[in-house]
C-alpha cells in the first residue's frame, strides 16, 4: 500500500525501523505534497485504525481522501479514529520520547511521531 501511495507522490516510508527491531505500532509514511509540505499518516498494528496528518493547505484534501481509500482497500475495516477520542491523554503511560501522563491514544496506537506535528 505505501509502494502504490509512492508512485504518485514523493513517499518517505518511516516503517523501516520495524525490520531493524524497533517496536513501534504502526506503519508510517510521509508523502510530499509540494516541495516544503507533507501529509503523514500511520496505519495502526493494535486495531482497525489509521490516521493522516494534514498539512493545512488546499492540495492536502484530495490526497488525504486517496491515501485513506488506499488504506481502507487495503486493510478492510480500518476506519480513522475519532479525533475527540484519539487526543485523549492515556493515564500511567509514558514512550520513550513522551512523559507519563502525556502520552495520547494517537501516540498509543500509531506512534509517538504522531506529537511531532499537529494534526489538523
Not at 485504525?49 to 481509500?69: K, M, N, S
Amino acid at each position: 500500500m505505501i509502494d502504490r501511495t509512492g508512485d504518485r507522490y514523493g513517499l518517505h516510508n518511516e516503517s523501516f525501523h520495524i525490520l531493524a527491531g524497533r517496536v513501534d505500532s504502526a506503519y508510517s509514511a510521509r508523502i510530499w505534497l509540494t516541495d516544503g509540505t507533507a501529509l503523514d499518516f500511520h496505519v495502526s498494528l493494535l486495531g482497525p485504525y489509521y490516521g493522516i496528518h494534514l498539512a493545512g493547505i488546499p492540495e492536502d484534501e484530495p490526497a488525504a481522501r486517496e491515501v485513506a481509500q488506499k488504506i481502507e482497500a487495503t486493510y478492510p475495516g480500518y476506519r480513522p479514529i475519532p479525533p475527540e477520542i484519539a487526543n485523549e491523554v492515556v493515564p500511567d503511560v509514558a514512550t520513550n520520547v513522551v512523559l507519563m501522563s502525556e502520552a495520547t491514544i494517537y501516540m498509543c496506537l500509531f506512534s509517538e511521531v504522531w506529537a511531532w506535528v499537529d494534526p489538523v
